[in-house]
């Protein structure tokens, strides 16, 4: 059974920081490309970061240089530390893990809500 479980979302105050982390179970973190998306209120879902098994990075415009994603495979946990968060980047944020080559396969997180305002 695949699952992936976000955590470490909540409200912070404009230029602060959190760190969002997804843990995988079932076997397939590490053949997986690990990505960040989020969805804001009456907006699509967007990728904001994702990381491949070997480790090559990739950021949505808007968050190069606040945001880095990483991974550690020895824990099957995928990290986003967001910081100088803005009241833009307010959204559910979800984990999400795939891999094209067959087998394919594409897992969603339940999302965590992250909140900036003062």
């Known amino acids: 059974q695949v699952q992936l479980v976000e955590s470490g979302g909540g409200l912070v105050q404009p230029g602060g920081s959190l760190r969002l982390s997804c843990a995988a179970s079932g076997g397939i973190f590490r053949l997986s490309v690990m990505g960040w998306y989020r969805q804001a209120p009456g907006k699509q879902r967007e990728l904001v970061a994702h990381i491949t098994s070997g480790g090559s990075r990739d950021y949505a415009d808007s968050v190069k240089g606040r945001f880095t994603i990483s991974r550690d495979n020895a824990k099957n946990t995928v990290y986003l530390q967001m910081n100088s968060l803005k009241p833009e980047n307010t959204a559910v944020y979800y984990c999400?893990?795939?891999?094209?080559?067959?087998?394919?396969?594409?897992?969603w997180g339940q999302g965590t809500q992250v909140t900036v305002s003062s």
């Open positions: 999400n893990a795939r891999k094209t080559m067959v087998p394919a396969w594409n897992y």
